[in-house]
Structures are given as structure tokens and as C-alpha cells.
């Protein structure tokens, strides 16, 4: 049993955290929801004793009779990994690249001085097999970058519970993970809260997770608590206003979207692309991996496309040939009837453009928004004598003052920077903008503010977009039309409606099937209520 | 990692072949003919005929290129114009004192700088950082040769504890030989030391920010612990860079220090070959370096594998 009391942080006197109070039973899993910055990793790090340094914290953390608060750093030590553990968001990094699984399992039970090294080892393989990586397939010996990034969340998870903790604090623990593995991660979880009996904290930023999974669910916003109850209690009242504007955030429909004209724009036909994998032998050519298997559509005028599937299905390799950075190996891909290759003239680039998920890595940080924005001109060969008019006007477009053109992007946040480079992409009129993952790194509330900016520029100027997310209910709630892709293949086509309506693909049904959602009844309470 | 050493070891092998190609090409192009060259402007007719039958440079390209080869394959380095002694003996007795002060001095260096950088990065922002940061700083800025005069001065002619310069030789015992080297190695080791604990400690805060950091202090683990179970050898990896570069340099790069303490080093051996145009001595010593540059990259690049499993590809 853990309990929270008034926790507050601060550092250099501004506050992180307020008045924070919680509690997790054993055998209760309590779900901690918020957007970014709203102090949910803060509370976990301020329960694992792991702040980073300069933070005042008043309150207490009670653990069964114990205040952590007011325990010295080696007594932490000795608390951390045995009594409370904890999982991060991203399984890719979480796990030294240069030990064995097995080891760093292993090395949980050694430094709690639970086990001497073999039975150590030993217990490691049982806690593995446990979390579904069974010695026969996943040895001991096995280093992280033989893993996919749902095993190393699984690597983590038999870490956390290598010592029976009476709480796990799961930061995040699906959200860099496609929808298949986090339902598989979910159901862990869930499965080992209900044998061990121990208590979870899940962090996360989605709505739809926690209705899943919680028993009890807080919502933060601003290092406050603004909510807190009974799972199903407090989706179907949503008593407070914040909560509410969460949930529609997260399920937000754009309204007036453009009506597609029945004329191709983007012909792709039987595209094939094959990377060179590593050399197996030293002069036998090198094996080739085929990313993009015979892909065929066509995207009309100021049609809304997606393209979703799973990480490494061949979604960005396809985009990229689209874009005419990489060459095709067969196939062709057409843009109003005109060839798309890596060697076209710079002109024919200005009719498509890309905004990307990053909102951070996809600028110079050394220049000015203005020079940002205006630098598709250099396609059309020099910029045009009313250029900072024109980025004026772009920045007018996106909601952006033009305050912001002297301006650099770190003073920007991220939906901002996210509408700079929307503002780029528009600044030559594209008649195709791709849109790869553009709002997957985004808050629900700030991304919903950016779909709709998109369905308001399509309205105005009617050009396509071809949305590609791994993320179904975004795509569901933009798009006409859906291609779903797997393994570099296009194993269905269809209208949005129709294809989430009724999957006729099995693949497509298991990405359905494993989304997931906030009980539709839950929700009725609220629109009955509006 | 067996087929990953293979791999490697060919590669080793063709670099060997083309860095000879390119040696025994560049002693070709140089205008003229080695002989004239080797002898200079003056020289009796009779006297370069004679060079360049002693030189056999009267056969083809091919054959002399296999012959050269051939002979260093087999030991036979050919003989030096100058000293009139096989150039193999004269690079044996250069070497025993080349090879014993650059790993001196690479040993050195590498004591010394793993533990200050380590220091360093686990003081960020401290006192002892700042005090580190600047000492590094000026063991870089200051010139080697400068800070071996002042050892000389300190240590031989204040203190006496250790000889001016020169170099007794193996015969007379490891230790009078290791405390002829110390001051010289000392020498060499500090400009060194001040790079690799400067890329030891900016290497290993890159480390201590990394996620599996924080998933090994959630683990229960110190920060102490931490380190040094997790950082420390994911931190060692550019750290290994370094330190073959430096090996390769200190190998042949020793010369201003050589002079300064009257070390019967490689480098000065090459120096001197350079100013006489003995031109067999500067071919076979040059191949002798590549080849020993080429060969602490291979020794680095099976380090990297030992050290980082990402590299060694299994099945």
C-alpha cells in the first residue's frame, strides 16, 4: 500500500507539482492521465526518490509505515527495484546496449543481494519465460538489439518484477510501440497485477489506455490532481471541465472537410523499392530487402489519403520515394501525370511537400522562422520580390503572427513549431502535402487544434494529403480514404468509414480490434448529458 | 566475432598491399633515378652505376616491387647506403627503444586519464571539473618538448634522480633502461593524457544521461554502482578511438623528444635517413609504420568488437 500526501515539488521556487495526493493498493491498478509537462513523471520520479537535482519537495510518500520522503539515499537505494520499480516509455534505450538480457535481469535480484550469481541467472530465465520470452527462443545470452522494441519492454518489465514489488510505476510503458504490441504489453500487465497482486501506477497520455486498463484513474493538469475516482464513475460524469476537454480532444472530428474531385493527382503504380541489407559472404552480392512490395494507388485533388500500418511495415520508405528522395527498383510513381525520381527538375518538387513527426529535429536551429519558411522558394530558383509578404501571409495561415518571423524555433512549442512547418509545406501552394505521423508527437488538445488547421486549409485550397500514422483514430477522423499496409504490401483500400466499419482484411481487424477505446457507453452519459 | 576477426584481418591484409604499391610508387616517381638522387649532384658517373646495380635497379618494375616485398616478407630489408648495415638490423636496435617508450608513454597516458576524466564527469559543474578542465587544457597547449626541458631540469639536474638523457641500452638491466625512458615517456604522456581525459569525460556524460542509466538506478542501483557497472564501458568506446591514434603517433612521432633526451629512437632514425636520402632506409622504415598503424587499427577494431556486441554480428 502506497500512499501520496500533499506532495509538492519545485525547483528554484517555480512549482512542478501541487498538493499531489494518491493512492495505489495492492492489486489496484490506478491510471495517472495528463498531457505533456502536466507533472506525471514527476510524481513517479518523486516516488522513486530519482529527482533530478535542485527540486525541493515537501509532503510524504507512505509506503505500508515507512516515509519515503524522509529516507536517506542509500536506504532509496535499498527501497528501489525491491519494493518499487519502475518501466520507462522508450524500450529502444532502456537497456544497456553492451550487457545480456540475462545479466541485467539477473543483475536486479544480485544488487538486492537476493540470489548469488546462479541462482540469480536462473531466477532471470524463469522471469523472462514469465513475461513471454521462453528460454528456447530468448537466451539469457541475448543482447537488446537482437530484440524488437515489445521485447525489450518485456527485457524491462521481468527487470521491474524480478523481486516482487509491492508497486510498478509504468511511465509511459506503450506509447512508442505499435498498436499490436501495446495490446500485448497491456494485457502483461494487467495479467501479472492480477496474479502478483501488486499495486501499478500507469502513466499515460491517452484516455483511451487507461479506460482499458485502470481501476481508479487521477487526472493531472499543471502539477495538480484537478480529478480523481473510480474508473467508470469518472468517465461517465467528467466532472470537471478539464477531463471533458480531454476526452473530446482525443476523439476530435474536424468539421468542413474539402470534397475530392475525380481527377488523379498522385498515380503510384507497382513501386518497388530494396535496400541493400549487410554482406553475408564477402564477394556474393549483398541480400536485398524489399521495403515497398508492388504498391499501387491513386490519390485524387484534395482528397485525404492514409497510408497506416506498423513500424517498419515500409510506410516511410514509400513516402520517401513519393517525395522523390530514393530511387524506385520497378514501378513508377506519377504526379499530375509527370514523373517523380530522385534526378526531376527542383520545379516539379514545389507541387509536393512533407511536414514530419518531429517538431524539434525538423529545423536549422540557427535560423529565423522567416528564412524557415521561405526556404522552398530556392526550388523555383530565386525567391520572389514580395517573399516575406508571402511568409507574412503563411504564418497568417497556420495562426501565427508575423511577430514570429525574426523569431528562431526553440521559442517556439511544439504545436507552433509544428505550424511553422505547416506554413512551410503551404508557402508554394503544393497540391500534395505528406503527412508523416505530423501529429503523433503532439498533446490530444494541441492536436486537435492542428487537424483542424488542416481540414481548414484543404477546404480553402483543395490540395491532397496523404496522411501516414500508425495512429488509427487519426486517421479515422481526417482522411476519405485508408490504405492499410503490411510488409510492404497494401492489403486493403478502402473509405474510411467503410473499411473501420467493416475490416475485411484480417490484419487490418487485429489493428482494429487492438486500439484501444473508451467504452461507448461511458461516452453516451456525456453527450446525453451535453 | 571469428568470422568478424576474418573479416577484419583481410581487410588489414589488401590495406598492406596497397600502402606497399603506393610506397614503392612514390620512391619511383620521384624524378630521376634513385640512384642520382641518393647520391646527389655531384656524383662520378661510375659511382651511380655502381648504386644503382647495388640497388638492382636495373630490373623490371614488377620484379623489383616482388623482390621488395619478398625480401621484408623474409626479414631481408636490404642494405642501409649510409650506416653500410642491413636496414633491419639498424630498425631492430631503433625499435627496442621506440616500441618500450611509446607503450610507456600510452600506458601512462591511459592511467592517467581514465580516472581524471571519470572524476571529472561525476564532478560536472564542480570545482575539481573546472580544476581538471584546465589542467587538461594546458597539458594541451603547452609544447612537449618545452615541459621535457623542464623535467630535465627538475628531475636530472635539480634532483638527480634521473639521467639527462641517453639510453643504456637492455643489456644493462630492465631497470636503469625503464628509469631512461621514464622522463621521456612522462614527456610524451602528458599531452596525450589531457586529450583522452577530456574525451574520456565528455564521452562519459554522454553515458550518464542515456535511459538504461536511469533504468539501472531504478533498479536499486548507486550512482557509483551504476557507473561503473553501466558507463563506464559504453564510454570506453570512443576512448578507444583515441588511444589508437595516439599509439600510432608516439610510435614515430616521438622524434623532438628522441632529440631532447638523446633517445636512439625510430624517429630520429627516419630524420636522419630523410637528410642523407638514404632512400632503402626511408622506404623499409615508412612500410614498417604503415604497417604498424595498420595493425593497431585492426588490434582497435577487434577492441571495439570485444567491447560492444552490436558489432560482432552472430550466425
Known sequence: MIRVADLSLSIHSAPILHDVDLSIAPGQVVGLVGESGSGKSMTALALMGLLPRGMTRTGQIWLDDTDLAALDEAAMCNIRGRRISMIFQEPMTALNPVKTIGDQVAEALLIHGRANRNDALRIAAEKLARVGLPQDRFPLDRYPHELSGGQRQRVCIAMAIALHPDLLIADEPTTALDVTTQAQILDLLKELVAEDGMGLLLITHDLAVVAGMADHVAVMRKGEIVEQGDTETLFRTMSHPYTRQLLEASGHVPDGQAIPQDAPLLEVRGAVRDYPLPRTSLFGPAPQFRAVDGVSFTLMKGESLGLVGESGCGKSTLSRAILGLEPLQGGEILLNGTPIAPDMPPARRAGLQVVFQDPYGSFNPRWTVERLVAEPFHLLGSRPHDWRDRVRDALAEVGLDAAAMTRYPHEFSGGQRQRIAIARALILRPELIILDEAVSALDVSIRAGILDLLADLQARHGMGYLFISHDLGVVRSITDRVLVMKAGQIVEDGATDAVFAAPRHAYTQTLINAAPIIPPAWKEAQINEA | ?315
Open chain 2, 1 to 315: 566475432m571469428l568470422r568478424f576477426v576474418l573479416t577484419r584481418a583481410l581487410s588489414l591484409g589488401l590495406s598492406l598491399v596497397v600502402a606497399s604499391l603506393v610506397i614503392f610508387a612514390m620512391i619511383e616517381v620521384i624524378p630521376g633515378d634513385p640512384a642520382s638522387f641518393m647520391l646527389g649532384l655531384n656524383a662520378q658517373p661510375e659511382t651511380v652505376a655502381a648504386l644503382r646495380k647495388e640497388l638492382g635497379l636495373d630490373g623490371s618494375l614488377p620484379a623489383r616491387y616482388l623482390g621488395w616485398v619478398g625480401g621484408m616478407i623474409t626479414g631481408d630489408f636490404g642494405l642501409s647506403y649510409t650506416y653500410r648495415v642491413p636496414v633491419s638490423e639498424l630498425v631492430m636496435e631503433r625499435l627496442q627503444v621506440s616500441l618500450p617508450l611509446a607503450l610507456f608513454a600510452l600506458c601512462l597516458s591511459t592511467l592517467i586519464a581514465i580516472p581524471v576524466g571519470l572524476v571529472a564527469a561525476a564532478r560536472r559543474g564542480n570545482p575539481a571539473d573546472y580544476a581538471i578542465m584546465g589542467a587538461t587544457q594546458l597539458g594541451i597547449a603547452v609544447p612537449n618538448f618545452w615541459f621535457a626541458m623542464l623535467l630535465v631540469m627538475v628531475f636530472a639536474v635539480q634532483l638527480r634522480w634521473f639521467s639527462a638523457g641517453g639510453f643504456p641500452g637492455w643489456d644493462a638491466g630492465v631497470w636503469p633502461a625503464m628509469k631512461a625512458l621514464t622522463l621521456p615517456a612522462v614527456a610524451l604522456a602528458l599531452p596525450q593524457a589531457s586529450i583522452l581525459a577530456r574525451v574520456m569525460r565528455s564521452s562519459l556524460l554522454d553515458v550518464l544521461h542515456q535511459d538504461y542509466m536511469r533504468t539501472a538506478r531504478a533498479k536499486g542501483l548507486s550512482v557509483a554502482q551504476a557507473t561503473r557497472r553501466h558507463a563506464l564501458r559504453n564510454a570506453l568506446i570512443p576512448v578507444l578511438t583515441i588511444i589508437g591514434l595516439q599509439f600510432s603517433f608516439l610510435l614515430a612521432g616521438a622524434i623532438i623528444i628522441e632529440n631532447v633526451f638523446f633517445l636512439p629512437g625510430l624517429g630520429r632514425l627516419i630524420f636522419q635517413a630523410i637528410t642523407q636520402r638514404d632512400l632503402v632506409v626511408v622506404e623499409s622504415v615508412v612500410m614498417l609504420l604503415v604497417f604498424a598503424v595498420i595493425l593497431v587499427t585492426f588490434l582497435v577494431d577487434v577492441a571495439y568488437a570485444l567491447v560492444d556486441p552490436r558489432l560482432r554480428r552472430r550466425r
